[in-house]
């Protein structure tokens, strides 16, 4: 009986979840020196497939996004080797990275 219990709690909690807003700004930094992500300086990380995507490094927190063209597909133009990432991604924050 307690089994069932616990599954019917879970099952509720489950079917609850998808009730909750999640209607958030996401273009905004929420962390301590909370600013509009256009005010952080992205670069860019080549993956291991050498398609790029932008990157910031705001501290402790962290964006990423694919590049893609104007058609919608990945940017993959040979701009650094795979597993690189360049540019001025760390800049914009007063807040240093912990790693």
């Known amino acids: 009986m ?3 219990k616990v599954i019917a709690i879970a ?3 489950a079917s609850v979840a998808g009730c909750v807003d999640n209607k958030v700004d996401k273009t ?3 962390f301590v020196d ?3 992500l256009s005010q ?10 050498g398609c790029e995507h932008w990157i910031i490094d705001d501290g402790i927190e962290g964006y ?4 893609l063209d104007k058609y919608g597909k990945p940017v993959c133009s040979g701009i ?3 597993n690189t990432a360049i540019g001025p991604y760390k800049s914009g924050t007063r807040v240093g990275d912990p790693i």
């Open 80 to 82: 650094a080797p795979p």
């Open 11 to 13: 099952a509720l909690a």
């Open 34 to 36: 909370a600013k509009d």
């Open 64 to 67: 990423l996004s694919a590049r």
């Open 40 to 49: 952080l300086r992205a670069g860019i990380w080549v993956d291991p497939n």
């Open 28 to 30: 905004v930094d929420r």
């Open 2 to 4: 307690n089994k069932l």
